[in-house]
């Protein structure tokens, strides 16, 4: 079955610090790799996406993430936080073998303290 | 270029009681999914639209839960009747096509009381 696991529920990280939010998915022939951003009470946002190319790629905000093809992993990186990033982060995967079935991961929380 | 567009953003209904939610997506979008998000989770798919036939309905509680899109561009998503455990947010989103990513709505907060 099609799944994306995010291995940590709340992230909490000081301001001007690096963080890193993992994302792995089960392991598939083909996929597109997306993390969208939530601020309370708004919609997803698209922070970035992975089609096909260099497996670094980069997003707004100043994150970028990285596609790791024999981890099957997608982890989003920054290298300093602000405040304002404090928001729910989620890692979806589109299985294309399933015909473009986006699969969302259960979200990290990330707390951007100061 | 407008963006996907949901209706209400907020509801609250007794349990028993039926409701709808409406969707417009981006126009030219042929892909339309509708999502459920309960708090402090990820989007789980509902269904998924190509144009209007509904592709991937497998997580759709059929029992009560009904969908539809007409002539492939706006869809309705219904609950009859809605239960307690059916608060939660519904997201519908519309993609171009394959390898493309989904634009969201804002959603439409359910609460059934």
């Known amino acids: 079955a099609q799944s994306v696991t995010q291995l940590d529920s709340q992230v909490p990280v000081f301001e001007e610090a690096p963080v890193e939010l993992r994302c792995n998915y089960s392991?598939?022939?083909?996929?597109?790799l997306f993390w969208y951003v939530q601020y309370p009470n708004q919609g997803l946002q698209l922070l970035l996406k992975?089609?096909?190319?260099?497996?670094l790629v980069k997003g707004i905000n100043g994150f970028e993430a990285e596609f790791n093809k024999s981890q099957t992993s997608f982890h989003l990186r920054k290298p300093s936080v602000h405040i304002s990033d404090t928001a729910e982060y989620f890692c979806?995967?589109?299985?294309?073998?399933?015909?473009?079935?986006?699969?969302f991961g259960a979200g990290t929380i990330l707390r951007v303290k100061s | 270029e407008a963006g996907v567009v949901q209706s209400p953003r907020y509801k609250i209904i007794e349990k028993k009681q039926p409701v709808a939610f409406w969707c417009n997506p981006i126009?030219?979008?042929?892909?339309l999914y509708w999502y459920l998000q309960n708090l402090g989770q990820g989007p789980e798919l509902l269904i998924r639209?190509?144009?209007?036939?509904?592709?991937?309905d497998s997580q759709l509680p059929k029992d009560r839960f009904s969908a539809e899109r007409l002539k492939g561009v706006d869809s309705t998503l219904k609950i009859q009747p809605a239960e307690l455990g059916d608060s939660a947010v519904y997201l519908c989103?519309?993609?171009?096509?394959?390898?493309?990513?989904?634009?969201f709505g804002q959603g439409t907060r359910l609460t059934v009381v």
């Open positions: 979806a995967v589109s299985f294309m073998e399933y015909g473009n079935k986006l699969v």
């Open positions: 989103a519309s993609s171009s096509g394959v390898g493309t990513e989904a634009f």
């Open positions: 126009s030219g979008h042929n892909t």
């Open positions: 392991s598939s022939v083909s996929v597109y």
């Open positions: 992975y089609l096909s190319g260099s497996t």
């Open positions: 639209y190509e144009n209007e036939e509904a592709v991937d």
